[in-house]
């Protein structure tokens, strides 16, 4: 009896595993990036506040994204409304490259700030560790698991 006790809830704890597997971890739980975080916040042993500098970072980054994302949906009805016109409008093409160097712009911005400020949360030793990680090109390259991210 205690045996099929001990299987069904072996068997019901195996399917939440499965279930949940990617929302383990409270690093970046909904978006499916925890493995990464935690990772690479062990590889740096950061302390809570620093995680909480990098978390809120990385949030804001892909706001900026999400926000510029909807901005380049509408490049392609512009793109599609220069196509249709019967004759080339090439002030329109430069108006429209313009747009998008000002969105890229400020994701540049967003991004400059963003490693400003994870930059200063981190200390020398952690800062060596993150720039030998992102030269190498990821965690793998250090211990022969393969060629990096």
Avoid at 62 to 67: A, K, L, Q, V
């Amino acid at each position: 009896m205690l045996g099929i006790l001990f299987g069904i809830v072996c068997t019901v704890l195996l399917f939440k595993v499965i279930r949940g597997r990617r929302y383990w971890g409270h690093y970046g739980h909904r978006y499916g990036y925890g493995f990464f975080l935690r990772r690479l916040f062990q590889r740096l042993n950061t302390g809570p506040g620093q995680e909480k500098v990098v978390l809120s970072e990385l949030e804001a980054l892909r706001e900026t994204g999400r926000e510029l994302r909807a901005e380049l949906k509408t490049t392609r009805a512009d793109i599609a409304a220069i196509v249709r016109e019967p004759s080339f409008d090439k002030a329109k093409v430069e108006t429209l490259f313009r747009k998008q160097d000002e969105l890229i712009a400020k994701l540049r911005a967003a991004a400059s700030a963003s490693l400003e400020k994870v930059h200063g949360a981190l200390d020398d030793t952690q800062k060596k560790d993150l720039a030998d990680m992102v030269e190498r090109g990821g965690f793998y390259g250090r211990y022969g698991y393969g060629h990096g991210c």
